[in-house]
């Protein structure tokens, strides 16, 4: 029985910890409260996750340290960076090795079905610091100081994930409303189960092949937010989704008063064309099959 430190309890934090506990490991949760899924298996402490001393020392002896923080969008350059660099400092005072959650921000507006050696050419803010994150983790991965490794997927499905899917479109056409949505309604899109990045998390810290490179979550074949609407209403027995296509300058209008809205103007190119990505190096050597896209909307429709 090994040692897993898992820093953040978010969806994929709290699925990480019951995956591994489940699994007989032993588990220790760091998030700044103390909070963490509720399973006999489960150590939760409290402790900021920028604070390398305080992380190492709940990172001493680990086998492997999962960096599954997350943040609101207006609040990434500020809350990412510190658990970050504290993640790196407690992998090189431990011996942990580093399994860090990101997602597909890096790479920036591309031209067909991302790979994880698509180039990270993002020109968003965003999306540079994910990039940069990786660079610094990959630098310390390369000079010896750290094993790691990062896993990538898109726009999460499954219950507590919050994206522009489950926050703006599935409680509204679960409810029969119209809306509208600043997408291509037909687009095609990748959507990753939160699930699965837990178990590709696991599988790459456990196994030194993943090391020093990053891994996509394996993700169900894409799906239009009109597809995937009416999947969902299929599933829940309700009405046809009412979609409509929200058009830029209303989002751009919207975000002079709300700080979420304006984030989204950077994520635009991820909707308003078509957002592949190819998980199939992650299957082909984990054996990890992604989640069929109907179980994960069951799980958020409940």
Known sequence: ??????????????????????????????????????????????????????????????AALYNCVGAPYPR???????????????????????????????????????????????????????????????????????????????????????????????????????VRVPADLDAPHSWTYAGDVARTLVAVAADERAWGRPWHVPTAPPLSLRELAGRACALAGAQAPRLAVMPRAVLWLGGLRDPLVRELRETQYQYRRPFVMDSSAATAAFGIEPTATEDALREMIG
């Open 1 to 62: 029985m090994s040692l897993h430190v898992i820093v953040g309890a978010g969806p994929v934090g709290a699925a990480t910890a019951r995956l591994l506990a489940d699994r007989g490991e032993k588990v220790r949760i760091v998030t700044r409260s103390g909070s963490g899924p509720d399973h006999p298996g489960v150590e939760k402490a409290a402790a900021d996750a920028g604070d390398a001393g305080a992380l190492s020392r709940l990172a001493d002896g680990a």
């Open 76 to 178: 990434w350059q500020a809350e990412l960076p510190p658990p970050a660099a504290a993640c790196l400092a407690a992998a090189r005072a431990s011996g942990a090795v580093l399994a860090t959650v990101s997602n597909l921000y890096g790479y920036g507006p591309v031209d067909g079905p991302m790979t994880e050696q698509t180039p990270q050419r993002a020109t968003g803010v965003k999306g540079r610091l994910r990039a940069r994150l990786w660079r610094e983790a990959l630098a310390a991965h390369e000079a010896g100081e750290v094993r790691a490794t990062e896993v990538r997927g898109s726009d999460y499905l499954g219950a507590g994930t919050q994206s522009l899917w489950s926050l703006l479109v599935l409680p509204k056409v679960l409810a029969g409303a119209r």
